[in-house]
């Protein structure tokens, strides 16, 4: 059974970075899977962050974090991370790693396995 877990959330002030990782487990290789991060603040819909697919490490980035977040992943280690620089208190949300077959997809529901998420808070 495949699982996806999270990890690296926290509380950072603003202009500070953090570092999410989404690794895969129950013998699941991300390599097959092009791999995106989403977001949900409080009281908003869930929204698109980064992508990345599977083959040239091909990525997309939500115009909000563009030059700010870089995403990437490490097959040989199954885990794609997400660096986050100069946060800002509107990246505060609860951050989710979601696979999908090969390319990525602006459409969630084309997403098969996700995350329980991993909270971000920017404040100072």
């Known amino acids: 059974q495949l699982q996806i877990v999270e990890s690296g959330g926290g509380l950072v002030q603003p202009g500070g970075s953090l570092r999410l990782s989404c690794a895969a487990s129950?013998?699941?290789?991300?390599?097959?899977?092009?791999i995106a991060w989403f977001r949900q603040a409080p009281g908003k819909e869930r929204e698109g962050v980064s992508c990345?697919?599977?083959?040239?490490?091909?990525?997309n980035y939500a115009d909000s974090v563009k030059g700010r977040f870089t995403i990437s992943r490490d097959n040989a280690k199954n885990t794609v991370s997400l660096q986050m620089n100069s946060l800002k208190p509107e990246d505060t949300a609860v951050y989710y790693c979601?696979?999908?077959?090969?390319?990525?997809?602006?459409?969630?529901?084309?997403?098969?396995?996700w995350g329980q998420g991993t909270q971000v808070t920017v404040s100072s």
């Open positions: 979601a696979a999908v077959f090969r390319l990525c997809s602006s459409d969630q529901t084309d997403y098969s396995h």
């Open positions: 129950g013998g699941f290789a991300l390599g097959s899977y092009a």
């Open positions: 990345i697919n599977i083959s040239h490490g091909i990525t």
